[in-house]
């Protein structure tokens, strides 16, 4: 099958504790992007990256941090220097290209800081 | 940046009954505007997209209409069931495959 996954489904953090949400995808997709979710609320992006060892900022980057050395895998940090991390995180992927296509979502995390 | 909105914020319906969410954008040089559907806890899930070039677009009970001049497109969704009930998203974009999200509409249908 093929998709998005993302792990863990649930995570709980302390305050002023680093803390990496995976997210991986077998679509061959070249593009990866990052959303935060608060609780009625859209989708806001943090990062994107359009390609392998490439990424930019999103509309919301500030206390996160992301890689992309796997065209797979597209990991998110949250760092203690974000003020208010609890929120449901989303990935997603895309085909880029001339047109522009759908975005395929994973299941989320909920991160919760204590 | 491009500005976004929809409405209602909620909508409840009998089911059966159809169910219009509307999406208000600025950048006139938005060309493709899709429309998500969230369930509970879930990712969001591509429903229905449509590109500039096209005013109207129907997938069985649902379907997308685009006004360009006014800025706007609008999600109908006929004969409503409960599995219909969800939060929608409308997301228009211009370029790049950079989608910017509306608030959402939350979707009760009632049986």
């Known amino acids: 099958d093929g998709g998005i996954t993302q792990s863990p489904k649930y995570l709980f953090r302390k305050e002023g504790q680093n803390v990496t949400l995976s997210c991986e995808q077998n679509l061959n997709h070249d593009a990866m992007y990052w959303y935060r979710q608060d609780p009625g609320q859209g989708l806001r992006l943090i990062y994107y990256?359009?390609?392998?060892?490439?990424?930019q900022k999103g509309d919301i980057a500030e206390g996160y941090s992301v890689s992309r050395e796997k065209k797979e895998s597209f990991p998110l940090t949250v760092t203690s220097a974000q003020k208010n991390p609890t929120a449901f995180y989303l990935c997603?992927?895309?085909?880029?290209?001339?047109?522009?296509?759908?975005?395929?979502f994973g299941p989320g995390t909920r991160l919760t800081v204590l | 940046g491009e500005n976004v909105e929809q409405h209602p914020s909620t909508l409840s319906v009998q089911e059966g009954d159809s169910a219009v969410i509307k999406c208000t954008y600025s950048d006139s040089a938005s060309n493709y505007f899709p429309w998500y559907k969230q369930e509970l806890g879930k990712g969001p899930q591509l429903i229905i997209d449509i590109r500039s070039n096209v005013g109207e677009k129907k997938d069985q009970r649902i379907a997308v209409t685009l006004n360009k001049t006014a800025k706007h497109f609008s999600l109908h969704i006929t004969e409503t069931q409960p599995e219909d009930s969800a939060v929608y998203f409308c997301a228009p974009s211009n370029a790049g495959n950079m989608l910017t999200f509306g608030g959402g509409t939350r979707l009760m249908v009632k049986p």
């Open positions: 997603a992927s895309s085909t880029p290209g001339l047109l522009l296509n759908e975005q395929f």
């Open positions: 990256s359009q390609i392998v060892n490439d990424f």
